[in-house]
C-alpha cells in the first residue's frame, strides 16, 4: 500500500500528561552492528499507497486538496523486478510524501505488502545492515532506470522497502515529519524496535507502557506505545493483542497539521470520509479519515 522508493524514481524520472519512560532495554541506542546511518532524510521516506487506476487521480487531488503541495508527472511503469505495468506519481506534500501505484496487471508478490520506501544512502551497505540487525530480504536488490530497489521483512511482518537512487534527488523539507504507524504483537515488539533502531541508527523518544486506549478505539483500557526518531524520520509502534475494531490496524501513516477540524474540513470537501471523530490523548488532537480509492490516514495536531 504504499511506495516511496519507486514514487522517489518515478519523480526524478520525470522532471517519513502520562510521563513516558524508556525502559532499560531500550536506554541504550548505540547500534551493535558498526556502520553509517542508512538513512537520508524523512522528506524522502514515502508511504507507498496503491489503488485501482480508476481512483488515481481522485486519490491525488483529493490528498493535495487536505494537505497542500504537487504531484510528480504521471507515467505508466515497471517498477518491479518482474513484468508488471503501473500507472505512478508522487505527491510531495509539506507534512509527508506519498508514493501512488495503480496497477494496469496483476501485482507481482510481495509487493502492495511494503509500508513504506526509504531512500538510503548506499544499497549494498544498508542491505548488509539490515540483515546483520535481523532482517529478512525478501526481494534482493534490482536494478531500475534510475538506481536500485530491495524489500526487506522485520520480526513481526513488518515490510520496507529501500531505494537509491544514481543521481541524489532533491526535495524541500518538510514541515512537519510524519509518522510510520506500526501496529505490532507484544512478543514482536522488543525485537522489532531494538533491531530497527540499531540499523537506523535512531533512538527511542518515549515508551508508554499505559497510553490512552482512546487512540486504538479502546477508550476503557491502556495499551503500550513507542515512539522512534530516525534519519528515516518518525515512527509510532503501537503495541496491541490484535483485537482492534476497524478501522484501527489499516492506518499506515500519522500526519501533522497545524489544525484538526480545518483539516478534516479540506478532507471531506475533497471527497475523503472521517472514520475516526477528532479527539484528545495526552496532549495531541487526532482523527481518522479515508481519502478516495481506500488509503486511510490518522491525522493530528497538538491539542489546544
Given at each position: 500500500?504504499?511506495?516511496?522508493?519507486?514514487?522517489?524514481?518515478?519523480?526524478?524520472?520525470?522532471?517519513?500528561?502520562?510521563?513516558?519512560?524508556?525502559?532499560?532495554?531500550?536506554?541504550?541506542?548505540?547500534?551493535?552492528?558498526?556502520?553509517?546511518?542508512?538513512?537520508?532524510?524523512?522528506?524522502y521516506d514515502t508511504t507507498h499507497v496503491y489503488v485501482n487506476p480508476e481512483d488515481f487521480d481522485k486519490f491525488t487531488d483529493s490528498l493535495v486538496a487536505t494537505f497542500g503541495g504537487t504531484?510528480?508527472?504521471?507515467?505508466?511503469?515497471?517498477?518491479?523486478?518482474?513484468?508488471?505495468?503501473?500507472?505512478?506519481?508522487?505527491?510531495?506534500?509539506?507534512?509527508?510524501?506519498?508514493?501512488?501505484?495503480?496497477?494496469?496487471?496483476?501485482?507481482?508478490?510481495?509487493?502492495g505488502l511494503e509500508r513504506t520506501g526509504y531512500l538510503v544512502k548506499d544499497m549494498d551497505a544498508a542491505i548488509q545492515s539490515a540483515k546483520a540487525n535481523g532482517a529478512d530480504v525478501i526481494v534482493d536488490a534490482?536494478?531500475?532506470?534510475?538506481?536500485?530497489?530491495?524489500?526487506?521483512?522485520?520480526?513481526?511482518?513488518?515490510?520496507?522497502?529501500?531505494?537509491?537512487?544514481?543521481?541524489?534527488?532533491?526535495?524541500?523539507?518538510?514541515?512537519?515529519?510524519?509518522?510510520?504507524?506500526?501496529?505490532?504483537?507484544?512478543?514482536?515488539?522488543?525485537?522489532?524496535?531494538?533491531?530497527?533502531?540499531?540499523?537506523?541508527?535512531?533512538?527511542?523518544?518515549?515508551?508508554?507502557?499505559?497510553?490512552?486506549?482512546?487512540?486504538?478505539?479502546?477508550?476503557?483500557?491502556?495499551?503500550?506505545?513507542?515512539?522512534?526518531?530516525s534519519d528515516f524520520g518518525k515512527?509510532?509502534?503501537?503495541?496491541?493483542?490484535?483485537h482492534l475494531p476497524y478501522p484501527y490496524g489499516r492506518d499506515m501513516t500519522g500526519y501533522e497539521v497545524k489544525n484538526v477540524s480545518e483539516t478534516l474540513d479540506k478532507a471531506t470537501k475533497a471527497g475523503a470520509s472521517v472514520l475516526v471523530n477528532a479527539y484528545k490523548s495526552e496532549g495531541r488532537e487526532a482523527a481518522l479519515v479515508q481519502f478516495p480509492g481506500g488509503y486511510i490516514a490518522e491525522i493530528h495536531a497538538p491539542a489546544k
Open positions: 500500500m504504499r511506495k516511496s522508493l519507486s514514487a522517489l524514481l518515478l519523480s526524478t524520472m520525470l522532471v517519513g500528561a502520562n510521563v513516558a519512560v524508556v525502559p532499560q532495554v531500550f536506554a541504550k541506542t548505540t547500534t551493535s552492528v558498526k556502520s553509517e546511518a542508512p538513512g537520508v532524510a524523512p522528506q504531484k510528480s508527472k504521471q507515467g505508466v511503469f515497471q517498477v518491479t523486478p518482474t513484468p508488471s505495468q503501473t500507472m505512478s506519481q508522487l505527491v510531495l506534500t509539506p507534512v509527508g510524501t506519498v508514493s501512488v501505484f495503480g496497477f494496469k496487471t496483476p501485482i507481482p508478490y510481495p509487493f534490482f536494478p531500475d532506470p534510475i538506481g536500485r530497489d530491495a524489500v526487506i521483512q522485520w520480526s513481526g511482518g513488518v515490510n520496507m522497502q529501500l531505494y537509491w537512487h544514481t543521481t541524489k534527488p532533491s526535495y524541500d523539507k518538510l514541515a512537519t515529519v510524519p509518522e510510520n504507524r506500526i501496529y505490532i504483537s507484544k512478543q514482536s515488539a522488543d525485537s522489532f524496535v531494538k533491531k530497527f533502531v540499531s540499523f537506523s541508527h535512531g533512538k527511542v523518544v518515549s515508551d508508554n507502557p499505559k497510553a490512552a486506549g482512546i487512540e486504538i478505539g479502546r477508550p476503557n483500557e491502556t495499551y503500550r506505545r513507542i515512539r522512534v526518531e515512527m509510532t509502534v503501537l503495541v496491541t493483542d490484535g
